[in-house]
C-alpha cells in the first residue's frame, strides 16, 4: 500500500519552526544519523595495531610455524588499522543530498543536486525511517534517519524541492 502525505509541518517561517527550535534557515543541514563513533574508530585502530604487532613479531621468531601464522594477524591487522581511519557521513542541504567519505584525511564528497532528485520515498521501520531519493534514471541513495527527525526532514524537502511527493511504501 502506498500513501502520500498531504502537507509538511508549517516550520518554513523565518520567526519560529516547531518545538522551540532555530528557524529553519539556520538548521538547512540534515545529518543521518549513523556515522562510525569516533571512540569505535580508536578502539579499532589500537585493536589493529597490536595484531599487526604480533603478526609481525611471528615474523621475526625465526620458525616455520611462525611464519605460517603470520599472514592471518597481518591481515586482520591491516583491515582493522585501515577501519579505523574510515568515516562516512550521509546529510540533506541546500546543495542537495550529500554523501561525504574520508579515509584517512582524504575527503571525497558526492553531492546529488535536487534538480536531479526526481522522488523520494520513505520506508519506516520500528524508530527509523529510510529516505530513498531517486535520480532519473531510476537509481538514487538511500539515507537511514532517527523517527524524531521526521518533520525536520518533510521541511527541508519541502523548502528546496516543493514540487516533490514524499511516498510512503511502508506496509501496513
Request: proline letters at 5%; charged letters at 20%.
Amino acid at each position: 500500500m502506498v500513501k502520500m502525505f498531504d502537507k509538511a509541518p508549517q516550520c518554513l517561517s523565518k520567526t519560529s519552526c516547531f518545538n522551540n527550535e532555530p528557524p529553519l534557515e539556520e538548521t538547512s543541514i540534515l545529518t543521518s544519523g549513523f556515522a562510525f563513533p569516533k571512540w569505535m574508530r580508536g578502539i579499532t585502530f589500537v585493536v589493529g595495531f597490536l595484531i599487526l604487532a604480533i603478526g609481525m613479531a611471528k615474523l621475526f621468531s625465526m620458525k616455520i610455524k611462525g611464519l605460517m601464522l603470520m599472514f592471518p594477524y597481518v591481515l586482520v591487522g591491516i583491515v582493522c588499522l585501515s577501519m579505523g581511519g574510515i568515516n562516512n557521513s550521509m546529510s540533506i542541504s541546500s546543495e542537495g543530498v550529500i554523501y561525504a567519505r574520508t579515509v584517512w584525511g582524504k575527503k571525497r564528497q558526492e553531492v546529488l543536486p535536487w534538480e536531479t532528485v526526481q522522488s523520494v520515498a520513505i520506508l519506516r521501520k520500528k524508530n527509523l525511517f529510510y529516505a530513498r531519493f531517486f535520480k532519473e534514471d531510476g537509481k538514487g541513495w538511500q539515507i537511514p534517519f532517527r523517527s524524531d527527525q521526521w518533520e525536520i526532514f518533510q521541511c527541508i524537502v519541502n523548502k528546496y524541492r516543493p514540487d516533490l511527493t514524499i511516498e510512503d511504501k511502508t506496509k501496513v
